[in-house]
């Protein structure tokens, strides 16, 4: 039975909200302070227009702004050294680090990269997963309707068709690109929009 609906109804109403294989669940019992640390900031966001149209740099304010609530609650940016051993043969098997990493749950924010990101974070979630260092996977991530806002802020060509969103990620989901890890994903939608 799917567990979609142990997400907070306010959260479901400003995130497009996507579940693989009952991560919520698994959140809500096994991790319940990781859960309540991300249902807290994902409440406490809103999608700041002075963001959206700030320019340049490497890191977009608004993932700065996310990892840096998450940071704020203990999360941080995690790295694993993982190998692989076969009788007396040990073969390093490098995954990616994870942006905010705490307890047993991993969390990538990708607001703005090229859409095979989604498949980086997908496997290191699924090898992380197989390996035991992980109970769950989550990723936020914005909404494609998003870009219609940021064509009106003249910043459209800043957040292309190839690059993250919801509707990318979605297919790459169902399609078991995690594999056996359960995934949380949050697209954030126009709801969460402020003209400050």
């Not at 390093?92 to 989604?118: I, Q």
């Not at 690059?163 to 690109?177: A, I, N």
Request: aromatic share 10%; net charge neutral.
């Amino acid at each position: 039975m799917p567990t979609l609906h142990l997400v907070p109804e306010n959260l479901r109403h400003l995130y497009h909200v996507h579940e693989w294989r009952n991560a919520t669940g698994i959140l809500q019992t096994a991790c319940p302070e990781e859960w309540a640390d991300i249902v807290a900031v994902l409440r406490d966001f809103r999608l700041l227009r002075s963001e959206v149209t700030a320019e340049g740099g490497n890191r977009s304010p608004i993932s700065r702004r996310l990892d840096t609530a998450f940071s704020q609650r203990g999360w941080a940016e995690r790295n694993f050294t993982t190998a692989i051993l076969v009788d007396e043969r040990r073969t390093y098997s490098p995954t990616h680090a994870v942006d905010c990493f705490k307890g047993r749950v991993a969390l990538e924010v990708e607001w703005n990269n090229k859409d095979p990101f989604f498949d980086r974070d997908l496997n290191n979630f699924r090898l992380l997963f197989d390996l035991r260092a992980i109970d769950v996977g989550v990723i936020v991530t914005r909404g494609s309707e998003l870009q219609q806002i940021f064509n009106k802020l003249g910043k459209g060509k800043s957040y292309g068709s190839a690059t993250t969103h919801h509707e990318k990620l979605v297919p790459r989901l169902d399609g078991g690109g995690g594999g056996g890890c359960p995934v949380l994903a949050f697209g954030i939608s126009e709801r969460l929009y402020v003209e400050d």
